[in-house]
């Protein structure tokens, strides 16, 4: 079957608006004719884009943070590769993106010579890490509950993953005298995880919103974290 030409912005409008009512509903609440509803058109027209509520929402998870725009021309109707390949999928692109560059860098040094400055650069890219990927995230959280591969995936492979890594790397510079000690440092690295998706990700879907300009955000947490463990004013 030859691809089907669709209005450019069309496919994305909808998945846009799906990303949004998944993620108010949670994925067992949310039926084609919300979507529909939300979107401004007759149920029938989401399923000329998609075969299933699956489909809808394995492929608003795909491309829920892409940056360019969805191509024109697409076989139609999209459909739903299953919970399974799903997961797989995400395993693959966690594989990518989970660790930031300076926490691995970090782990593989004793010493350093700015533990401070280290220390920064770990926090803001774990930040711009979740920023980035805030609406898959948002999704996952969200409906991860009726998608427990998803899920798992999700926490094994990148959550889990993260904590253990920052866990470790507090610690051999806390033990060094690098950083501050504290009492629990699996509290600690689960605290600055937590912060990060608090002010990264959940924040936008917050349900009592206040104006918050997002790189005052970044910049706030990032500070907090670094004079806490490694003291001293920026």
Excluded at 78 to 90: I, N, Q, V, W, Y
């Amino acid at each position: 079957m030859p691809p089907r030409i669709i209005p450019e912005s069309r496919l994305q409008d909808l998945l846009d608006c799906a990303t949004r009512v998944f993620i108010e509903q949670g994925y067992r609440r949310t039926q084609i004719a919300h979507v529909a509803e939300a979107l401004g058109v007759a149920k029938g027209t989401v399923y000329l884009y998609v075969e299933s509520k699956q489909a809808l929402f394995e492929t608003a998870l795909r491309y829920a943070d892409r940056k360019a725009p969805l191509a024109s021309e697409i076989e139609l109707p999209l459909r739903a590769s299953g919970p399974r390949e799903l997961s797989r999928e995400l395993r693959k692109q966690l594989a990518g993106v989970v660790l930031p560059s300076a926490l691995a860098q970090a782990l593989e040094k004793r010493r350093v010579s700015d533990p401070r400055e280290e220390l920064e650069r770990i926090v803001r890219q774990l930040y711009g890490i979740s920023y980035r990927h805030r609406r898959a995230i948002k999704l996952i959280d969200r409906c991860g509950r009726d998608h427990p591969e998803l899920a798992k995936a999700f926490y094994s492979g990148g959550r889990f993953a993260q904590l253990d890594a920052l866990s470790r790397y507090l610690d051999a510079r806390i033990r060094a005298r690098m950083l501050a000690p504290v009492p629990d440092v699996a509290v600690a690295a689960r605290f600055v995880i937590e912060s990060v998706a608090i002010w990264a990700v959940h924040i936008h879907w917050d349900p009592s919103p206040q104006p918050i300009e997002p790189g005052a955000a970044e910049e706030t947490v990032v500070q907090l974290v670094v004079r806490a463990l490694a003291g001293g004013a920026p």
